[in-house]
C-alpha cells in the first residue's frame, strides 16, 4: 500500500495558477499509475488527470486539456498538478490516487490508494 499527501491548495482568483503535489510513501510511486480525481460539493467525484509509470503518457479530461499538466519525479516519489488559467468550476477538493497497473483509468474505483485530499477555491 501507498501513502499518500497531497498539497499546494488554496483561494485563488479567476485567471490563476496552483502547482498540486502529491508526496508518495510507503512503496516507491514508479510502480504505480497516478491520477488525480477532484470532489465538489454535492457532486461525484471525477477523473482529472493521469499519467503513466515511466511518466510519458498523460491523459486529461476535457475541461481541463490545454489547462492542467500531470507530472512526475519518481526519484522524489512526488506527482504534480499544474493548474493555469483556473476557473471557479474548477473549486473542488483534489485527490491524487494510485493504481497498481500499466494503464491509466479514469474511473474511481480502479484506485486503491488515496490521500486526504486539498481544497482548491476559485474565486470569480
Known amino acids: 500500500q501507498v501513502q499518500l499527501v497531497e498539497s499546494g491548495g488554496g483561494l485563488v482568483q479567476a485567471g490563476d495558477s496552483l502547482r498540486l503535489s502529491c508526496a508518495a510513501s510507503?512503496?516507491?510511486?514508479?510502480?504505480?499509475?497516478m491520477a488525480w480525481f477532484r470532489q465538489a460539493p454535492g457532486k461525484e467525484r471525477e477523473f482529472v488527470a493521469g499519467i503513466n509509470r515511466g511518466g510519458d503518457w498523460t491523459y486529461y479530461t476535457d475541461s481541463v486539456k490545454g489547462r492542467f499538466t500531470i507530472s512526475r519525479d519518481n526519484a522524489k516519489n512526488t506527482v504534480y498538478l499544474q493548474m493555469n488559467a483556473l476557473k471557479p468550476e474548477d473549486t473542488a477538493v483534489y485527490y491524487c490516487a494510485t493504481r497498481p497497473s500499466l494503464l491509466v483509468a479514469n474511473d474511481a474505483r480502479e484506485y486503491d490508494s488515496w490521500g486526504q485530499g486539498t481544497q482548491v477555491t476559485v474565486s470569480s
Open positions: 510507503g512503496n516507491t510511486c514508479s510502480n504505480y499509475v
